[in-house]
């Protein structure tokens, strides 16, 4: 390290995490706070690069998906939502089971190998209609991974079909589930969920959610949402809560820091996120979560030109083609809406880095 590099880690008190780092060392908490709070982007950027290339190399993940949000009615309206609707709401939705066969035959001539399904907490749609649902995207599209049903919305469809969480589980499975998608996790914090979401499925709930999946057999992903009224403590205790249930089951697949979008929600009053917190939010959790092979860079939320950087901050993985993403956009995002094969591979090579096309699972496809 030239003398200049390690003047500056020393400056902002960075040259033990370097070492660690270095080393492969598991970082504390007060660490994590540390890097949060670090002026300089950069130094963040360098040691999570460490680490990206350690565990990835070059190689940068995309998937050729289809996104289906099958209806917006949620019993939990939470403050930072702009998509949620009660149900009679004007612009409330709920696509039936031949209207979702129809969106999946539509795109039957693409080599799409992931359909990633999320809605509401829908009030009155019965249990038979979640294991329908796959039942025909499956029929219709065997080849293709189901990505689908957050660990709320899972909590929730066991409620409705007054199950068990493992049991609810098997059911869908059988019906075609492959994995669980990492939405819902917002932030674990109670006083967060008090104020923002009170009618939410609990942190606590989340994890367990997640942990009986992967008990299971279930991979899952896991977010966080920032950029609303988190502390810089709370993102680390969420990062390190998933950490921790990760050291018991290894089940996640991908971690996906999601930035908040306020426009339309009810914290509209706040401003977006900034390019500088994105990226440092992505270098610190990919120097945080040691356990996870997968940083996400959501094009959809970040935009792809951050997102393009993000892959030099700790991110190896872009998601992917997406189609008719309504959650980030009915929130404000001016974002592209998908992405074609060809645009994400060339967003990749120009970062310097190999595209590797995945599966769900990341296994690589040729
Ligand atoms: O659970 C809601 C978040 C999530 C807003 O697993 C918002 O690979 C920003 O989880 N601004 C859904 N975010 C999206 C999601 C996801 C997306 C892509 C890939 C994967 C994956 C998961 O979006 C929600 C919530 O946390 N959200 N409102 C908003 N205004």
């Given at each position: 390290?030239?003398?200049?590099?390690?003047?500056?880690?020393?400056?902002?008190?960075?040259?033990?995490?370097?070492?660690?780092?270095?080393?492969?060392?598991?970082?504390?908490?007060?660490?994590?706070?540390?890097?949060?709070n670090?002026?300089?982007?950069?130094?963040?950027?360098?040691?999570?690069?460490?680490?990206?290339e350690?565990i990835?190399?070059?190689k940068?993940?995309?998937?050729?998906?289809?996104?289906?949000?099958?209806?917006?009615?949620?019993?939990?309206l939470?403050?930072?939502?702009?998509?949620?609707?009660?149900?009679?709401?004007?612009?409330?939705?709920?696509?039936?089971?031949?209207?979702i066969e129809?969106?999946?035959?539509?795109?039957?001539?693409?080599?799409?190998?992931?359909?990633?399904?999320?809605?509401?907490?829908?009030?009155?749609?019965?249990?038979?209609?979640?294991?329908?649902?796959?039942k025909?995207?499956?029929?219709?599209?065997?080849?293709?991974?189901?990505?689908a049903?957050?660990?709320?919305e899972?909590?929730?469809i066991?409620?409705?079909?007054?199950?068990?969480?493992?049991?609810?589980?098997?059911?869908?499975m059988?019906?075609?589930l492959?994995?669980?998608?990492?939405?819902?996790?917002?932030?674990?914090?109670?006083?967060v969920?008090?104020?923002?979401?009170?009618?939410?499925?609990s942190?606590?709930?989340?994890?367990?959610?997640?942990?009986?999946?992967?008990r299971?057999?279930?991979?899952?992903?896991?977010?966080?949402?920032?950029?609303?009224?988190?502390?810089?403590?709370?993102?680390?205790?969420?990062?390190?809560?998933?950490?921790?249930?990760?050291?018991?089951?290894?089940?996640?697949?991908?971690?996906?820091?999601?930035s908040?979008?306020?426009?339309?929600?009810?914290l509209?009053?706040?401003?977006?996120?900034?390019?500088?917190?994105?990226?440092?939010?992505?270098?610190v959790?990919r120097?945080?979560?040691?356990?996870?092979?997968?940083?996400?860079?959501?094009?959809?939320?970040?935009?792809?030109?951050?997102?393009?950087?993000?892959l030099?901050?700790?991110?190896?993985?872009l998601?992917?083609?997406?189609?008719?993403?309504?959650?980030?956009h009915?929130?404000?995002?001016?974002?592209e809406?998908?992405?074609?094969?060809?645009?994400?591979?060339?967003?990749?090579?120009?970062?310097?880095?190999?595209?590797v096309?995945r599966?769900?699972l990341?296994n690589?496809?040729s």
């Amino acid at each position: 390290m030239s003398d200049y590099i390690e003047g500056l880690f020393s400056r902002y008190g960075l040259l033990s995490i370097y070492e660690k780092v270095l080393e492969g060392k598991r970082l504390s908490r007060d660490e994590g706070i540390l890097l949060f709070n670090c002026p300089n982007l950069n130094l963040v950027g360098i040691l999570s690069n460490i680490v990206r290339e350690r565990i990835n190399g070059d190689k940068t993940y995309y998937i050729y998906n289809q996104h289906i949000n099958y209806s917006n009615v949620c019993k939990n309206l939470c403050k930072f939502c702009a998509f949620g609707r009660q149900e009679g709401d004007d612009n409330a939705f709920e696509m039936t089971i031949s209207q979702i066969e129809d969106e999946v035959r539509s795109r039957l001539n693409e080599p799409i190998s992931e359909i990633h399904i999320v809605g509401g907490c829908h009030p009155s749609l019965p249990y038979e209609f979640y294991i329908e649902m796959l039942k025909r995207v499956k029929a219709i599209r065997p080849d293709c991974h189901i990505q689908a049903f957050t660990c709320v919305e899972i909590a929730h469809i066991a409620e409705v079909g007054g199950k068990g969480v493992e049991e609810t589980l098997q059911d869908l499975m059988a019906s075609g589930l492959g994995s669980i998608p990492g939405g819902g996790a917002e932030v674990f914090s109670k006083r967060v969920r008090e104020r923002l979401c009170p009618e939410k499925l609990s942190g606590e709930a989340w994890l367990e959610v997640a942990k009986t999946a992967h008990r299971m057999g279930i991979a899952s992903n896991a977010t966080m949402l920032y950029g609303h009224i988190e502390t810089t403590e709370e993102r680390v205790d969420h990062l390190i809560a998933l950490r921790e249930a990760q050291d018991e089951t290894g089940g996640f697949m991908c971690f996906i820091p999601l930035s908040f979008h306020p426009k339309n929600t009810g914290l509209s009053t706040l401003s977006q996120t900034g390019g500088l917190d994105d990226l440092k939010t992505i270098a610190v959790s990919r120097l945080m979560l040691d356990n996870f092979r997968h940083i996400k860079a959501y094009w959809v939320m970040l935009g792809t030109k951050v997102a393009q950087i993000a892959l030099s901050f700790g991110a190896d993985d872009l998601d992917g083609t997406v189609l008719e993403e309504k959650i980030t956009h009915m929130a404000g995002a001016e974002t592209e809406k998908a992405l074609s094969r060809t645009e994400i591979e060339r967003l990749i090579k120009d970062a310097n880095r190999i595209p590797v096309e995945r599966d769900t699972l990341y296994n690589e496809l040729s």
